[in-house]
């Protein structure tokens, strides 16, 4: 069992940056792929950012060049710096884990954080 802590979210302007963390426990949670998701009211669950163990890092369009997803190992904790943020990035976000090399879809995802939420004004 892996479990998932958010941190990190609140309120912020336009233009402006936060950083979210997820601490992890349990399992040695470096053999992990991770990823952010997000959540807005009356929407679906969408894919922020994913980072294999290997390092590799993929983006959805809409955060791509802003969202940051990072790890340290030696802290089980995996973060997702957001910059230039927009009032459509409001949403609870969550980070998940899984030991498969699962990208997008986060029905692939075994272990999941309460979430954070993020609200950006304009």
């Known amino acids: 069992q892996v479990q998932l802590v958010e941190s990190g979210g609140g309120a912020v302007q336009a233009g402006g940056s936060l950083r979210l963390s997820c601490a992890a426990s349990?399992?040695?949670?470096?053999?992990?792929?991770v990823a952010w998701f997000r959540q807005a009211p009356g929407k679906e669950r969408e894919f922020v950012a994913r980072?294999?163990?290997?390092?590799?890092?993929y983006y959805a369009d809409s955060v791509k060049g802003r969202f940051t997803i990072s790890r340290d190992n030696a802290k089980n904790t995996v973060y997702l710096q957001m910059n230039s943020l927009k009032p459509e990035d409001t949403a609870v976000y969550y980070c998940?884990?899984?030991?498969?090399?699962?990208?997008?879809?986060?029905?692939?995802?075994?272990?999941w954080g309460q979430g954070t939420q993020v609200t950006v004004s304009s």
């Open positions: 998940a884990a899984s030991i498969r090399l699962v990208s997008t879809v986060a029905r692939g995802y075994d272990y």
């Open positions: 980072r294999w163990t290997g390092g590799t890092t």
């Open positions: 349990g399992r040695t949670f470096s053999n992990y792929n």
